[in-house]
């Protein structure tokens, strides 16, 4: 079955850097969209950044834009994100999750929603402190 873990999290001080990465076994992502999420306590799982499947569409919150980098390599199932100038309200729970495809009836706009998302990751902890 399609499994789905992210990894990377950890406590950093703002303005500090750090990558989470995700690996999905037992489907290939090749022709899915990837997308990242963000839980803090209390608070509904928020949109970050997806990539479509051939890389050619991005999106990022603005909150984020210019400080995230997503990344994702087909030939090992993976997807990264790339953290810089952390600041404390990044402080959240970081999921991964996978969009299926292809699949010409879904625009792209939907990797900006969980509920298009196929498959998720348990999460990652991302702690900033100030």
């Known amino acids: 079955q399609v499994q789905v873990v992210e990894s990377g999290g950890g406590l950093v001080q703002a303005g500090d850097s750090l990558t989470l990465s995700c690996a999905v076994s037992g489907r290939n992502v090749s022709s899915d969209a990837l997308g990242w999420f963000r839980q803090a306590p209390g608070k509904e799982r928020d949109f970050v950044t997806a990539m479509s499947a051939s890389g050619s569409i991005i999106y990022y919150r603005d909150s984020v834009e210019g400080r995230f980098t997503v990344s994702r390599d087909n030939a090992k199932n993976t997807v990264h994100l790339q953290m810089n100038s952390l600041k404390p309200e990044d402080t959240a729970v970081y999921y991964c999750?996978?969009?299926?495809?292809?699949?010409?009836?879904?625009?792209?706009?939907?990797?900006?929603?969980?509920?298009?998302?196929?498959?998720w990751g348990r999460g990652t902890q991302v702690t900033v402190s100030s």
């Open positions: 999750a996978v969009q299926r495809g292809p699949n010409s009836r879904i625009t792209p706009m939907t990797m900006k929603f969980r509920t298009y998302y196929d498959y």
